[in-house]
Structures are given as structure tokens and as C-alpha cells.
């Protein structure tokens, strides 16, 4: 029989960074007025009774955040899945707070939920992806804020429990159907669908070249362009107002020419950071940009997967994922395409696959996933 798998809480990896921290400020902070305090009392002939009651007063003050980060991190959430009991145990720190067992579930669902998290800059959206029964949507089996890590999860509890599994655009699958590739599954929809044909105003184009198919970009936006350009500019001043004003080395506290060295330094530093951005926009519009399906793999800008050990297509968070449960082909869609034809790209890119390994599997008809 299988041993435990635990799955934490979304928060526990940042709980751990903020214990590890903490700790390690406490720590660097005692020893370093431990060593001034000894310095200090060494040259004393008699201790005075109110400096004994200090001492302590003064360490605990510093082992404070270590305390307070330690009991925060004892209280954050875990499941354990107990195949050979056939349960399902949450804890809370080290306090069971409930349990369930394999029978209770029918079937398992991926979903996700939002948060927003407020600080003195502004705010930001959380995005938590979870497994959850159907039937009981509050009772949440795992999270994560990482999509294909909660896709694992998902996998685990379903191979586990011997569950359907349903994703997030409503598509079931029985728990020994998990691990078929994505060309050798059912695709109703692949009699009707023909070469891709994108638009003529976009900047996607389709081809065939030496038995490959190809989906080639030539994305390269002007908003793009403008936002590098001021980056970099507002970089190269905030540079020099503020670090080059402190270290009095910027262009505006020159007073010789030509400068000292380690003023061109300094200069040829900022200037860097400043080209950096508008060279990066560049580079990223008038490189080669090329999805290419070979006829045994995806392959982009030097990295590939097998069509073997891919399951799913998605679109999520402007990149296409090639996903399988041992690795991942993952495509920033930033200088690849607008967001308007994404569509258009999942679909291509079912082709792509699904046209390459015609009769290898289930490759009458084909649908994506989402």
C-alpha cells in the first residue's frame, strides 16, 4: 500500500519564507548585541541588578519575530490522503480538524476561487486553483496558486481514489483515461475542422515545410515599443536621481570634463539599465518566432515535448501550455499574438498535434480541451 501524501495550503510556502526570515533576523540581531552587551560588560567590575533583569528583557525582544512567525506557520492548513485507510484527514497546525473517507466522494473537480490582497502600493488578485468534491464544493481536497501543480494534485487524488475527473471547462475523465496522451483521446469536433487560417490581419501565419507543421509570428506591437522606451528613459533618470544624487556621481554633480572615471562608470552603468528594456522589446519583436510540430514533438525557441507525454492544451495567464504530468512546454504569448486570436492559436495548435499523428490513436475527430 501506498504511504500518506500530504498536500499544504497555497500559503505555506510563503509562511516558510516568512518563518526562514524571521528567524534568521532574530538570530544574526541577538548575536549581534549579545557580542556588543558582552563587549560592553567586560569592562564593568560589578553587574547591576537592573542590567540581570535587562538581558533577558532585551533577547526576548529580538526572538519576538521568530515566535510570532513560528506560531503563524504551526497554524496553516494540510491534507493527508491515507490510501490504506481509504481517508481524507485536514489539519490545521497539528490539530485534526476533520476527516472523510473515500466512500463520502463520487467524484472530483478542479475549480479555483479569487482573493485580493491589500498592502501600501496598491492591491493584487490571488488566483487559488483547488480540488474539490462536486458535491461538496466547501470541503477543498488540495490548492495551490500554481495551475499544473494543482492539475497534479488533482491526478493524484483521482488515481488514488479511482474518481472521475472533471476540469474546469466541464470536461470528464475516468481515472484510468488520465494518463492518455491528447492525440489519443476522442475529439468529436475534428471531421469539421480544416487547415488553420488566420486572419490576414493578424500576424500569425500557418505552413506545412519538410513534413513539419509551423505556426510562424510576427507580432511586434507599438504599445509594446512606447512602454520600453519610457521604462527604459524613466529608468535611466530614477538612476541618477536618486543612487547616482546619493553617491554624488550622477551627470547632474559633474563638475570637470571629462568626467573621473569612476563617474563614466557609473554613467555607462546607468545608460545600460536604460537601453536594457528598449533592447529587450526589440529583440523580442524581430526574433523568430515559430511553434514547429514535427512529426514526434513540440518544438519552440530551443525547447520541445514529446506528443507522448503531452495531455493538455490550455491558454491561461497569456501562455500556451503543452501539459503532461513529467513535463511541460510553456509559450509566452506577449510578443507571440494578440489576445484576440488565442482562440485561433489553441485550435492551430490541436492541429498541429492531431494532423501529425493521424492513425497513431483516436485521431478521427478532435476537439481542445477548453
Known sequence: MKDTITFFDHKHSQSKIAKSFAVVFSIVAAAGIGFF?????SDLEELDSGLIIFIPVFFAFFLL???IAWMIAGRSKKTILDPSQKKITFY????EIGSISFSEISGLEQSRYTYTVKSKNGSRTVTVYTVVSPHNKEIVLAESTDRLKIRN???VFAKTMRLSLTDEKGEKRESHELDVPFHKRNHPNYDSFSIPNFPASESLHWRQENGNNIISSTYNPGFLKILGIVFGVMLFFIANLSLGSMLELSVFYWEDFPPSITEIIFLAVTVFAGIFPIAYVYYQGVRKKEIVFTSDEVRYSGKSILYSEIESIDIENHRLYFVGDRSHLEISLFFFCDQSVYSLLLNASAHGILSQT?????????????
Not at 552587551?37 to 560588560?41: E, G, K
Not at 490545521?92 to 490539530?95: N, P, Q, R, T, V
Open 92 to 95: 490545521e497546525g497539528k490539530k
Open 65 to 67: 519575530p521568530a515566535l
Open 37 to 41: 552587551i558582552s563587549s560592553f560588560f
Open 358 to 370: 493521424l492513425g497513431q490513436g483516436n485521431g478521427q475527430s478532435f476537439t481542445t480541451e477548453f
Open 153 to 155: 494534485y488533482a491526478e
